[in-house]
């Protein structure tokens, strides 16, 4: 449980960095909470620490959300890239959105249709050259998709947006991939390995 995860993990690294987690703090401003960046290895891969905490009414504590930002990051480079970045702020100028609304086979395993993913991409794209149209953004779509094309794509992109299937492999995390192509799957690992020196901000809507 989230209980359980704060009690046992989190909250005793946090505790050993130094932030108070013993009272409940009042709201703060996001810029003011210090950033952590979790990289967990192995099964711990699987478990979502910025959400642990006792949602306790009665406990004093705070949760994660309370005391830090989160991130993630995949690798050591990933994160030493981070840090480069965060010296020189720079603007969102391109957005990758990818969509796969059909019933699709990858490596043998048949994942079910997501209809509503089409709507969900066309409506981003639509909001974002409507409210901040000098950000350029690209849609690829169902038979559009190919992994190798992603990839490729992915070098050159600050944002991401994959609404799609993913599926987790628990014994090799990095073998876990998103199902956008039945050409192949697009692996954790196969991410990890590309040089993204524009990356900025990935969501996944799955």
């Known amino acids: ?19 108070d987690t013993n009272t409940r703090p009042v709201a703060t ?17 699987f478990l979502p620490l910025h959400a642990a905490g006792p949602y306790d009414s ?26 480069d970045k965060q010296s020189s702020s720079v603007p969102v100028e391109n957005m ?3 969509t796969q609304s059909q019933e699709i086979t990858v490596s043998g395993t048949k994942l079910h249709a997501l209809p509503g993913t089409y709507v969900e991409g066309q409506i981003i794209n639509k909001i974002l050259h409507s409210s901040v149209p000098h950000v350029e953004t690209s849609l690829l ?22 609404s799609c299937h993913g599926v987790q492999n628990v014994k ?9 192509a039945s050409d192949a799957p697009l692996h954790l690992g196969a991410i990890s390995k590309q040089h993204l020196p524009h990356a900025d901000f990935a969501f996944l809507s799955a």
């Open 1 to 19: 449980s989230l209980r359980d995860m704060w009690d046992r993990l989190v909250k005793p690294i946090l505790q050993a960095l130094g932030i």
């Open 29 to 45: 401003a996001l810029q003011d909470l210090p950033h952590i960046w979790w990289y967990p290895t192995g099964p711990l891969t």
């Open 58 to 83: 009665k406990s004093e504590e705070g949760s994660v959300y309370d005391c830090v930002v989160s991130s993630y990051c995949i690798s050591l480079r990933s994160l030493t890239n981070a840090w």
């Open 96 to 98: 990758l959105i990818c």
């Open 141 to 162: 779509a169902d038979l559009n998709l190919r992994t190798d094309e992603v990839l490729q794509r992915l070098e050159s992109v600050q944002w991401l947006h994959l």
């Open 172 to 180: 090799v995390p990095m073998h876990s991939y998103f199902a956008l």
